[in-house]
């Protein structure tokens, strides 16, 4: 292991601790979000906009037909909002809250000069979904580290699962100086405690690789050569 891994591994393990900190600030802040949206006043309370109006500042607007924004000159945007805390609140209680569209050029750009770009959170489902029809479903890219994948179930899970459809790989891994690397276990041998599964590989601290051939506690390990 490089000098340089350990330094790494600490850098990344204290960024995944800001990122759970800031993901329960976030997830209290979509809960009030929620709320104030199931208390918006019903159409009947709310100020009614008759098409072609503008919009009241400072009170909630209802409309019957859908608002939409046009710009023609080269700024880079046609609706700019400023916030304290957030510059767009959307609630989507059917269906997405914020849709972005191009014909050409992305969709939806989120760009921070010292926090996440854009960051997705999830209480109960997928906090980040990416699909593509025929190109790539997700780009990473970093000076640093290209991905990180944190699993902090208390119960066990996958950190990444990558699945090669039909004829597809399930992971495809390069690099110029190696490949794959693996994180060495703190112990010697094979694993000794806890349900391991079929398939599953440890490196251990004197470097001797092993594989799990039966699952159980701690399971059925053969030492690779």
């Known amino acids: 292991m490089s000098d340089r891994m350990p330094s790494r591994v600490a850098d990344c393990e204290r960024r995944l601790t800001e990122l759970r900190s800031e ?3 976030l997830l209290k802040e979509l809960e009030d979000l929620r709320h104030a949206a199931e208390a918006a006043p019903t159409p009947s309370e709310a100020e009614t906009r ?3 109006q503008a919009i009241l500042a400072g009170s909630y607007n209802f409309a019957t037909a859908v608002t939409y924004l046009a710009g023609d000159q080269a700024d880079p945007a046609t609706l700019q909002l400023h916030g304290q805390r957030r ?3 959307a609630v989507g209680l059917q269906k997405a809250g914020v849709y972005g569209y191009s014909p050409n050029q992305t969709g939806v750009h989120g760009d921070s000069a010292n926090g996440p770009g854009v960051r997705a959170t999830s209480e109960g489902s997928t906090a980040l979904e990416a699909l593509s029809t025929r190109g790539i479903g997700a780009a990473v890219s970093g000076n640093g580290t290209g991905l990180v994948a944190d699993n902090a179930s208390p119960e066990g899970g996958v950190a990444v699962v990558a699945l090669g459809q039909a ?6 891994a390069s690099g110029e100086r190696a490949a794959v690397q693996l ?3 703190p112990y010697a041998g ?5 349900y391991h599964d079929v398939g599953e590989i440890v490196l251990d601290s004197k470097a001797d690789l092993y594989l799990c051939r039966k699952a159980g506690t701690p399971g059925s390990w053969a030492k690779l050569n």
């Open 50 to 52: 008759a098409n072609g």
């Open 23 to 25: 993901t329960e600030s």
């Open 87 to 89: 510059g767009l609140h």
């Open 183 to 185: 994180a060495r276990a």
């Open 167 to 172: 004829k597809g790989i399930g992971l495809y």
């Open 190 to 194: 094979s694993p000794k405690a806890d």
